[in-house]
């Protein structure tokens, strides 16, 4: 079965940085999105920015120019890059994926998660 467990969360001061990591098992599809969501208490579920089969990236405009996404193939393993990080920025974050390209930054049409991981920002 599928399974996605991120790592890299932590604590950071404003302006800092940190690199998520999501590993990817079972998820052998040749289309699909793989994608960094967040939730914060009380919110929706938001896509911060997405990956799809045939390479295009998504973001939210919240993170764009601050967070990048990126994958190794070899070790299906999914990365968010997050510089400048803010106080706004403090929230669950989690993997996911389907077996789908297409509207990658809709958090409703994806399949598989992650447990997720915790970022806090502090000022």
């Known amino acids: 079965q599928v399974q996605l467990v991120e790592s890299g969360g932590g604590s950071v001061q404003a302006g800092g940085s940190l690199r998520l990591s999501c590993a990817a098992s079972?998820?052998?599809?040749?289309?699909?999105?793989m994608g960094w969501f967040r939730q914060a208490p009380g919110k929706e579920r938001e896509g911060v920015a997405a990956i799809d089969s045939d390479g295009r990236l998504s973001y939210a405009d919240s993170v764009k120019g601050r967070f990048t996404i990126s994958r190794d193939k070899a070790k299906n393993t999914l990365f968010l890059q997050m510089n400048s990080l803010s106080p706004d920025d403090t929230t669950m974050y989690y993997c996911a994926a389907k077996p789908r390209n297409g509207l990658c930054l809709r958090a409703s049409l994806y399949d598989y998660w992650g447990q997720g991981t915790q970022v806090t920002v502090s000022s």
């Open positions: 079972g998820f052998t599809y040749s289309v699909y999105c």
